[in-house]
C-alpha cells in the first residue's frame, strides 16, 4: 500500500489562535495558501426542538468572502447555494460527533468559518480549525463556570487526500491538484484514529479497494501533523 502513496504530509499548517477580541474562541487557520478565519459565539439558549431537554446545541456557518477565489464569488444575499449548505452541515455534525452535549447545558455554539484564501481544502482546513476555536470557548465557559465538566470527548481533524494522474496519492490538495485529480476524498478523523466522515468521489476513473484504504492511510498520517499544530496553540 505504501508504493501507492506519494506524499503523506500536509501543506504547512498554522493555527493561530485568539484573534478576536470578541467571540469566546477564535482562530485563523492556514493549510499551506488556504486561510479560514473561525469564530466561535455562545448563546445561553438552544433552538426550538431541544428546548427543556437538558442538552446543548454546536452548529456551525461558512462562507466564501469575494476576494478568496481568483474571480470574485457574489455573496450569497438571497440565500445559502447548496455547497454552502453541505459544507456547513459537515461542519456542525462533525463538531457535534466529539461534543457530550448534555454537558454543554441548554446552551448553543455557533463556529463562524470565513475562507479569506481559497487554495484546496477550504471545508476540512475550516472543521480542523472550528475544533481550534470551540476548545478555546469550551475553556472560557469552564473558566467562568458557566459550565462544570469539559463536553469535549476527544479532538478531530479534517484533510483532503486525492490520487494524481499518475495514479500516486497525495495528501492535502490545493487547488491545482485537487481540479486535475482522479479521486478527491475529504477524511474527518478523530485523533484516536475513528472516523466521523469520509466523503470520496471519483473524478476521472473508478478507484479500488485498495487505493481507498491507501488513501485512509494516507489521511491518518498526515492528520498527526495537523492535531500536533492544534496541540500547540491550544497549550
Known sequence: MKELIQRDIPRTVKFTGNINPYSKGSVLAEFGNTKVHITASVDESVPSFLKGKGQGWVTAEYSMLP?????????????????????????????????????LGERSITLDCDVLVADGGTRTTSISGAYVALELAIKKLLDDKLITENPIKEPLAALSVGINKEGKIIADLNYEEDSSCEADVNVVMTKSKKFIEVQGTAEGDPFSRQQLDALLECASKALEVVFSEQEKVLK
Open 67 to 103: 476576494g478568496s477565489t481568483h474571480t470574485r464569488s457574489r455573496r450569497e444575499r438571497k440565500g445559502l447555494g447548496g455547497r454552502t449548505q453541505e459544507i456547513q452541515r459537515l461542519i456542525g455534525r462533525s463538531l457535534r460527533a466529539v461534543v457530550d452535549l448534555e454537558k
